[in-house]
């Protein structure tokens, strides 16, 4: 099993920039790619970045690109996003997941964390 605990949430003003971290620990082998999601109150959750664990391609959704940055640090198996000039919109729980080899979706997550962006 792997277990993922993200940190680095909390409240911000419009403009401001947090980073949130996600620590992997377990069976951490075999990563093919970690990625951020969020879900928003009353909405559905939602794709933020993903990073590609070996070559460290990112990919961004279009509401965070250009004000985020994924990376990932593989030697602590811990994933990053660094959000600058934040939004009320970017009001949500952030969720981190992990993406095996030969498999297509994120078996696993974790717990979230909480990002509240105020205008």
């Known amino acids: 099993q792997v277990q993922l605990v993200e940190s680095g949430g909390g409240w911000v003003q419009a403009g401001g920039s947090l980073r949130l971290s996600c620590a992997a620990s377990?069976?951490?082998?075999?990563?093919?790619?970690m990625g951020w999601f969020r879900q928003a109150p009353g909405k559905e959750r939602e794709f933020v970045a993903r990073?590609?664990?070996?070559?460290?391609?990112?990919y961004y959704a279009d509401s965070v690109k250009g004000r985020s940055t994924i990376s990932r640090d593989n030697a602590k198996n811990t994933l990053y996003l660094q959000m600058n000039n934040l939004k009320p919109e970017d009001t949500a729980v952030y969720y981190c997941?992990?993406?095996?080899?030969?498999?297509?979706?994120?078996?696993?997550w974790g717990q979230g964390t909480q990002v509240t962006v105020s205008s």
């Open positions: 997941a992990l993406r095996k080899v030969l498999t297509i979706q994120y078996d696993y």
């Open positions: 377990g069976r951490t082998f075999s990563i093919s790619a």
């Open positions: 990073i590609n664990w070996s070559t460290g391609s990112p």
